[in-house]
């Protein structure tokens, strides 16, 4: 499945931006779509993800209370709202599709990676 992220941007400190991603095909009911993130010089890390029907969803600590993500299976899409973005949010921001990433968070357990949106945020 091919993913395709849109929405990225630069904002200031305190603001916000909403992601998009949507699949080419639907992924099969029993994958999780979510969110990672790489900044400059980082390792890709897990932010956020959600199951079908969001049964499930999961945030990494660092974007409890400010990140939101929802999906829409009828679409094939899954969202990312970010609230009070800080600088160190800035980055490149992945969709990921995967079987297992709502429980191990894991960037290895991805199946589908899109092709990255960048989210700079200036203080």
């Known amino acids: 499945v091919q993913l395709l992220e849109s929405g990225g941007g630069v904002v200031q400190a305190g603001g916000s931006l909403n992601l998009s991603c949507v699949a080419s095909?639907?992924?099969?009911?029993?994958?999780?779509m979510g969110w990672f993130f790489q900044a400059p010089g980082a390792e890709r890390e897990f932010v956020a993800a959600?199951?079908?029907?969001?049964?499930?969803?999961s945030y990494a600590d660092s974007v409890k209370e400010r990140f939101t993500i929802s999906r829409n299976d009828a679409k094939n899409a899954v969202y990312l709202q970010m609230i009070g973005l800080r600088p160190e949010d800035t980055g490149i921001y992945y969709c990921?599709?995967?079987?297992?990433?709502?429980?191990?968070?894991?960037?290895?357990?991805?199946?589908?990676w899109g092709q990255g949106t960048q989210v700079t945020v200036s203080s």
């Open positions: 990921a599709a995967g079987a297992e990433i709502c429980t191990h968070r894991d960037a290895t357990d991805v199946y589908s």
């Open positions: 095909s639907r992924p099969t009911t029993t994958y999780c």
């Open positions: 959600t199951s079908r029907l969001e049964q499930m969803t």
